[in-house]
């Protein structure tokens, strides 16, 4: 019984799927070619217009009189984007053919041609290789800057590895000479991977730590505490060479 439910629940889900029609893949990495997510949607939506078509073919920007038009066959229909936004990508990647037209770009960098014939009718074709090359640009860059975010955040996770390692060193080796009890305190690890990068080592903070257990200045008094060395440059070099 639970599985019949089951089937009936996928059943329905699917015709519900049908009945949106064909679903437009997006890909976000076109926004750098086209210059935003509907006109990703409309690039995508022209590929396979034209690979359906073979080639060239006609649409019209929004439902009209005319008599080759098909309801439900329009740019504005077919993708519910406004006449507006869709007119804007046009300009921006297409390239209009015609004496005395004024482009946006030049035909050389155009991702398609489209032209307006005396039917008042509006055809469309994609340059394909052009197309081609440039969404495999698009995409490789987009890898490779996702490959360096993963490896700044190894690098980073690894870092934090090695941090968290030296800085229990550290307390561990303040506590053995200080006989304290000590615990790890956000503020303390943050000024210790401070000091750190500021160029010194861990072995140049437990020398500190040494002078300070055979100075009486330090023993049993307010700076006998894990982060006093570690809140600043002068007060670690004021230790190490006093």
């Known amino acids: 019984m639970k599985n019949r439910k089951t089937i009936m629940k996928k059943s329905l889900k699917q015709e519900s799927l049908t009945k949106l029609g064909r679903i437009i893949p997006y890909k976000k990495e076109l926004n750098k070619i086209t ?18 078509n073979n080639g060239k073919f006609y649409k019209f920007l929004e439902p009209c009189n005319h008599k080759l038009y098909q309801p439900g066959d329009s740019w504005t229909e077919d993708l519910g984007l406004s006449a507006k936004v869709i007119r804007k990508v046009i300009k921006k990647i297409g390239f209009k053919r015609g004496a005395g037209v004024s482009n946006q770009i030049k035909k050389e960098n155009s991702l398609f041609d489209y032209y307006t014939d005396k039917d008042r009718v ?11 090359n440039v969404i495999s640009d ?52 943050k000024n210790f991977i401070k000091i750190i990068r500021n160029g010194y080592s861990l072995n140049k903070l437990i020398e500190a730590l040494n002078k300070m257990s055979k100075d009486e200045t330090y023993i049993n008094s307010d700076f006998t505490r894990p982060g006093y060395i570690l809140s600043s440059d002068e007060i670690l070099n004021k230790v190490l060479y006093s």
Do not use: P
């Open 122 to 132: 509006t055809f469309y074709i994609l340059n394909r290789t052009k197309t081609k």
């Open 35 to 52: 210059g935003s997510i509907g006109g990703s949607i409309f690039l995508k939506q022209l590929m396979y217009w034209d690979e359906k």
């Open 138 to 189: 698009v995409c490789e860059q987009a890898e490779k800057e996702l490959q360096k975010k993963q490896k700044a955040h190894v690098l980073k996770k690894n870092d934090n590895l090695i941090y968290i390692k030296e800085f229990t060193k550290y307390l561990e080796t303040f506590n053995i000479l200080f006989k304290t009890n000590y615990r790890k305190t956000e503020g303390n690890f």
